[in-house]
């Protein structure tokens, strides 16, 4: 009998060990389409848009402000970029304070350490304004909450208590 190519030198004998090494390792899973960086990281447009118009009109004073659809990408792939610089500054500080959750006070020392002073006022002045209107909301959130138990107290005693004065009447 004439051997086949890549046959065994014995008839019969089975696979070589070549062919079951090559039948026995797994062809890698596809991998998956990469996704493109723009879509994954890039500002919501209308976002960047209105920001950018709103405080244009505020410096220039008219109401009517054109952004060129470049420029607007520009502005927005600049603020993507400044976020990822400053998220990575801060999280170094946090890094070396030894915690795993970055907070307030690191942002406002990786604004001071990128040399951005001019920022950490404005931000401490947003951050105290936004604080009060969600505490306000919060305190109105829960006494509106207690109102309303209040309210299904009052009108839940109020049924007992008509319930009872039936009973004694018809009794």
């Given at each position: ?164 004065e039936n009973l004694v009447e018809s009794g």
């Amino acid at each position: 009998m004439a051997k086949k190519k890549g046959e065994g030198a014995e008839a019969g004998s089975g696979p070589s060990a070549s062919q079951v090494a090559e039948e026995a390792s797994p062809s890698p899973a596809p991998a998956p389409p990469p996704v493109p960086e723009a879509d994954v990281e890039e500002l919501p447009r209308a976002i960047v848009r209105r920001l950018v118009k709103e405080k244009l009109s505020e410096l220039v004073g008219e109401t009517d402000v054109n952004v060129n659809k470049d420029a607007l990408l520009a502005f927005g792939e600049s603020a993507r970029i400044f976020i990822h610089y400053l998220s990575a500054t801060a999280n170094d500080i946090c890094k070396e304070s030894k915690r795993q959750t970055i907070n307030v006070e690191d942002v406002l020392k990786a604004l001071e350490e990128i040399e951005f002073n001019e920022f950490i006022e404005p931000l401490r002045s947003a951050l105290e304004d936004f604080r009060k209107k969600n505490a306000a909301k919060k305190s109105g959130s829960k006494s509106e909450k207690k109102r309303k138990a209040e309210q299904d107290l009052t009108g839940s005693q109020t049924k007992t208590g008509s319930q009872e004065e039936n009973l004694v009447e018809s009794g």
